[in-house]
């Protein structure tokens, strides 16, 4: 439980609940969200000197999430979400 408490700010903060899998799907960092939680231009910007996680993500491609196609847990709180996959 202690691991949970130990984030102070957005990016190192540990994820509460089951169904990493899907958050992509559920939340995309612009430049806009990293400019409102104070990560820009590290985040949300392809420049030289920035984080190169960069992920290209087809929004037509829609999924439904299932639990018994997730990795880490038998469980989620996305079951049956309609999303981009």
């Not at 559920?26 to 420049?47: E, H, Q, T, W």
């Not at 190169?52 to 979400?81: C, F, M, Q, S």
Request: proline residues 5%; glycine residues 10%.
């Amino acid at each position: 439980m202690l691991i949970k408490l130990q984030g102070r700010r957005i990016d190192d903060t540990t994820g509460g609940n089951a169904g990493v899998e899907p958050r992509l799907s559920l939340i995309l960092v612009s430049a806009n969200a990293a400019k409102i939680m104070g990560l820009y231009p590290r985040k949300g910007a392809l420049a030289v000197g920035s984080d190169a996680d960069n992920v290209l993500l087809d929004p037509r491609h829609r999924k439904i999430v299932r639990a018994a196609e997730l990795h880490e847990a038998d469980y989620t709180p996305w079951e049956g979400r309609d999303l981009a996959a």
